[in-house]
């Protein structure tokens, strides 16, 4: 699949880090993941569930791109289908490439879904990710497929809808603007960020968001310089005396600055240290560094020969047996029936998580048993 370089899917690193294009440029692609191709598998039978105008559950079984369409896909895939197929359209076009080259060199991209009915152009994205919630307000790829799109279709357009559809984390986001207003922040930011992309010296600006799937992550020097800094810049003031009794304990307000940063210091480290096991394993020398075996796990020469034998030893007692989890359930059973013991399934609030005030989540509150449990169980293990 061809990629343009000021691509749409990249603009939230190259309109923030113009150094980036040029410096990604340096590093070879790596494979892709096994979940950014579980994703291009799901665009794909999108699509042709949206050309053909057959539900997904007519490919069940059949592969596309390397998967095989199950019930899970499938019955996922199908929330995105069905919306697009809800848009009023007086025509829609299916994976429709978009040029906004006119205010970013060579810029263009494929919009997955886009409608036009009565003045309102509509584009849809499929997000197949479950890892991270994606929100369309002033997504700057969907302002540029968008922003394509309205350029195609220039006289026919007075308003771009543009959706994030997200099966998986049953999230459907819209964000909608004048076109006029999109042409001008076209004009006012994108392209201005473009032209500095293309610099003899482009800037490097460091950002949370930037930096957090760049490729050139592990060894930018610039990302290193601010992340040192910033880590630093919260003990300013570690000289002076302290709001609590023990000089030498970090106070609430010291944890407080320090938090936000983590994230990003976190998946910057650990790209750091995924590039250094890379380097000495492709034979690259590494300074006070080197590999070293792992701790493997015990397994079977032959579980056949295995079995019979622990049979004869232990019987029954060779054999292990548990239900299988409501998600393999789901998997099996298929949405119709899986709806049938529904009523059988629990599911608990998830472990309480660190989040910012912005976060637009509840506050939870720790019940006094909580801690009581942590205890009794710290005291059986000692």
Not at 27 to 44: D, K, L, V
Not at 178 to 201: I, N, Y
Not at 340 to 365: C, F, M, N, S, Y
């Amino acid at each position: 699949m061809q990629h343009a370089m000021l691509g749409a899917s990249k603009a939230h690193r190259w309109m923030t880090c113009p150094a980036s294009i040029q410096l990604e440029a340096t590093i070879p692609n790596e494979q892709q993941s096994f979940f950014a191709a579980e994703g291009t598998a799901a665009h794909a039978l999108a699509e042709e569930c949206l050309l053909k105008q057959k539900p997904p559950e007519h490919f069940i079984g059949v592969e596309f791109e390397g998967f095989v369409v199950d019930e899970v896909m499938a019955s996922h895939v199908a929330t995105y289908v069905d919306f697009c197929n809800s848009q009023p359209a007086d025509e829609s076009h299916v994976e429709l490439r978009v040029d906004y080259s006119e205010w970013a060199a060579g810029g263009f991209g494929t919009a997955d879904y886009v409608t036009l009915h009565d003045g309102v152009l509509h584009v849809i994205d499929l997000k197949y990710g479950q890892g991270l919630k994606v929100f369309a307000n002033q997504n700057q790829q969907l302002m540029l497929y968008g922003l394509g799109a309205a350029y195609e279709f220039t006289d026919k357009v007075d308003t771009v809808s543009m959706t994030i559809v997200q099966p998986r984390l049953d999230h459907i986001d819209t964000y909608s603007m004048r076109a006029k207003d999109l042409f001008r922040w076209a004009e006012d930011v994108v392209k201005p960020a473009a032209r500095k992309t293309l610099s003899p010296d482009p800037e490097y600006k460091p950002s949370k968001k930037a930096c957090h799937f760049c490729k050139a992550k592990p060894t930018c020097r610039a990302l290193a310089k601010h992340n040192y800094s910033l880590t630093l810049s919260s003990f300013d003031n570690l000289e002076e005396p302290l709001l609590v009794q023990v000089p030498h304990t970090l106070n609430v307000e010291e944890i407080g600055h320090l938090l936000p940063k983590m994230d990003a210091l976190i998946g910057w480290a650990q790209g750091v240290q995924k590039h250094a096991h890379k380097l000495l394993t492709n034979g690259g020398i590494l300074p006070n560094y080197k590999l070293v075996a792992g701790r493997g796990q015990r397994k079977w020469v032959d579980a056949v020969v295995a079995e019979e034998a622990l049979i004869q030893m232990l019987g029954g007692e060779a054999f292990t047996s548990k239900i299988i989890s409501p998600t393999q359930a789901e998997k099996a059973l298929g949405k119709a029936k899986y709806g049938e013991i529904i009523d059988l399934i629990h599911k608990p609030e998830g472990r309480p998580q660190l989040a910012p005030d912005t976060d637009p989540r509840p506050a939870v509150k720790p019940e006094a048993a909580d801690f009581f449990t942590d205890i009794s169980n710290e005291e059986k293990s000692q």
